[in-house]
């Protein structure tokens, strides 16, 4: 038995879940009987985001929505899913509100969209990487993870299964084997190891080429890693 499979059911909030991904992630994880706590700047905002989800994963998913702050407080998993440009300041600004213990999963990708640059391009981060940074930002006692960057927002908010392994990076393993756990509640996604937060850095690189290739192919790219024993695709 894993170590996490023991742990109470806890809210998941999903800090700037009124975009496309962090909208898709919920709805996947509010299908799969997760509970949900959508947070936004606005909290009438996080209630219709939250409200869409719910129409679309039935009346069975527990999903609600609230500002930011009051998310971070009501759960200790916390899913940040903010452009680059809002990252670190939106990190500063919830740092009272969350709780040590904590595990914070950031799916942010530094593009250089965020300084007039093109999406296709990656953009430097002195940290190494968007996780690195959020990392450096949040509380003692809070467990940085890096995640989900190479999944396609316009596939999450679909009903069929994605065509995408989830590599998971983290220098606490409890907290990256929990997240891998919830990557693997996705229909068609395999969470795989990617060993310690300093490897964010390559993986959300990644997502650079992906969008380029969107570009290029018309398409919504993903990744699949081969060649590993089975052990490590989970
Ligand atoms: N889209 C994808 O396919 C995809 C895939 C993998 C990873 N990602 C990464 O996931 C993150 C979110 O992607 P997205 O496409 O959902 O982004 P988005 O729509 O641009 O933003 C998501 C939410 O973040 C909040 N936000 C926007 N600017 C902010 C700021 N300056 N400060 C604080 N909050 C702000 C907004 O919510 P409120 O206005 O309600 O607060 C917005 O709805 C990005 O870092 C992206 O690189 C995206």
Redesign the pocket.
Known sequence: MSSTAARPIRPIAVI?G?????MGLALRWAHAGETIIIG???AQ??QAAAEAIQRKAGNQARVSGME?SAACSAADILML???????A??LKQLKNSMTPGSILID???P?AAAVGGRASRPLGVWQGSAAQQAAELVPHGVSVVAA???????LLNREEPLDCDVIVCSDDSDAAQLTRELAAKIPGVRAIDGGRLENARIVENI?ALLIGLNIRHKGHAGIRITGLPPAAYR
């Open positions: 700037g009124t975009g496309p991904a962090g936004s700047r606005d905002r996080a930011n899913t903010v452009p680059f440009e809002g990252q300041a939106l799916a942010t990708v593009l989900f960057h190479n999944l396609s927002a316009e997502t």
